[in-house]
């Protein structure tokens, strides 16, 4: 059965740095991977989807890699922003199953 | 931009009610799910569904209940609320192998 971990589960930066948050998966015939957002109490917004054959995606100040064999994905936030304030969701797709989703990292960035 | 809505967004009602739990996509995606995430927990599988008259339980086991007699509606239906079915409720359908998830409703069961 698929596990999906990220760590840390919190963390707390100052504006503009820049910063790696990091998801773990136990079965790496993985189908997809996708990171999400959640702001408070909302629901989620894609932010990367990542397909089995990719290394990595990008768009505008995030970059996702995956690394399939070793069960790792991170997800690198240039220049971090009060706005990017948020719990970021890792999750993982295998064939023929649904999504199992990570328990999140709650960022915090502040001004 | 893909819409799928939820309502209500937040609920509070009685041990015993009946509730629905309304979701609907403009988008005609095949694909759509019920999730169920406490306070700063991981979200959980409780119901899915591949199309019309098609549903399935979902990783987590729950007392609700789904239909899907139309494409773009998947309401989800507590018999009797309790409590312990205090959470919030996402609702997401999938075009391809991208998901998109609607604003949740947060129930309280008093």
């Known amino acids: 059965k698929q596990e999906v971990t990220q760590i840390p589960a919190a963390l707390s930066v100052p504006e503009g740095e820049n910063l790696v948050l990091n998801c773990s998966f136990t079965?790496?015939?993985?189908?997809?991977l996708q990171w999400f957002r959640q702001d408070p109490g909302k629901g989620l917004t894609s932010l990367l989807l990542?397909?089995?054959?990719?290394r990595e995606q990008t768009s505008g100040r995030l970059n996702a890699s995956l690394d399939k064999s070793s069960g790792r994905s991170t997800l690198y936030i240039a220049a971090s922003q009060p706005g990017d304030s948020a719990t970021y969701l890792c999750?993982?797709?295998?064939?023929?199953?649904?999504?199992?989703f990570g328990p999140g990292t709650r960022l915090s960035v502040l001004p | 931009e893909a819409d799928i809505y939820q309502t209500p967004r937040y609920l509070v009602i009685g041990t015993g009610k009946k509730i629905t739990l309304e979701c609907s996509q403009t988008?005609?995606?095949?694909?759509m799910y019920w999730y169920q995430q406490d306070p700063g927990m991981e979200l959980h599988l409780i119901h899915y569904?591949?199309?019309?008259?098609?549903?399935e339980k979902g990783d987590l086991s729950s007392e609700s209940t789904v239909s899907r007699i139309r494409t773009e509606h998947f309401p989800l239906t507590l018999e009797s609320a309790r409590p312990s079915h205090t959470s919030q409720y996402l609702c997401?359908?999938?075009?391809?192998?991208?998901?998109?998830f609607g604003q949740g409703t947060r129930l309280t069961v008093v």
């Open positions: 997401a359908s999938r075009r391809g192998q991208e998901a998109f």
């Open positions: 079965d790496s015939a993985i189908y997809n």
């Open positions: 990542i397909q089995s054959s990719q």
């Open positions: 999750a993982v797709e295998n064939y023929g199953q649904n999504f199992v």
């Open positions: 988008m005609g995606h095949d694909k």
């Open positions: 569904s591949y199309g019309v008259n098609s549903t």
